[in-house]
């Protein structure tokens, strides 16, 4: 039932807005998205980004469980306020950037919610270390320069220590806590 409600819904919209009516392969817009991390030392709040995320997602809109998401992150370029913030994440206590210079997202399954959500079922990949990872989006279909694009945004709490990402001093959750935010506000181009 769930099924024909989806495709009932989801058919006339993309044929009112022309977007493709069978599988198509989405890519992310770097210049305008971005994926963010917000964590915090001794109380204080803190964010930082991940740059030049790649990603690609092959959404088909009359079938909207059937998905694959790729996302690849390099860790490298990350970009933060401080120097020696960055050198403190990239060292081998925390990302070990050199041994594990990028992260990745992989999903094969989506749950359409409603008209404008649904949720991404797949793992995430940090430090060699692969754990499940649910992402519920919210999604606008636009038109942008004549072109139609996918905006989607998400936030998920990760818990780094389960990822490696806290060895040595770095493993004490006294200074900075286990959780981190991962938010993610990105546009997606067909190709």
């Known amino acids: 039932m769930r099924i024909l409600f989806s495709r009932a819904v989801l058919a006339p919209l993309m044929l009112f807005i022309g ?12 210049a305008e998205s971005r994926v963010f991390f917000k964590y915090s030392y001794e109380g204080t709040p803190y964010q930082g980004e991940f740059k030049n995320v790649e990603a690609t997602f092959e959404i088909d809109p009359m079938s909207p469980g059937s998905c694959e998401f790729s996302v690849t992150i390099p860790i490298a370029e990350i970009s933060v306020d401080s120097p020696e913030v960055l050198d403190y994440l990239l060292d081998l206590e925390l ?21 404008n959500s649904f949720v991404s079922d797949g793992t995430l990949t940090i430090r060699d270390e692969t754990h499940p990872i649910s992402f519920p989006f919210e999604f606008e279909v636009e038109l942008y320069d004549g072109q139609v694009r996918f905006h989607l945004t998400s936030e998920v709490t990760i818990q780094r220590l389960d990822f490696g990402v806290g060895q040595g001093y770095w493993a004490n959750t006294a200074a900075i806590p286990n ?11 067909p190709q």
């Open 179 to 189: 959780d981190v935010i991962v938010s993610i506000d990105i546009y997606a181009t």
């Open 95 to 115: 990302f070990d950037v050199d041994q594990f210079p990028t992260a990745s997202f992989k999903a094969e399954k989506c749950t359409l919610q409603s008209m």
């Open 19 to 30: 977007l493709p009516a069978q599988a198509a392969t989405w890519l992310i817009d770097p």
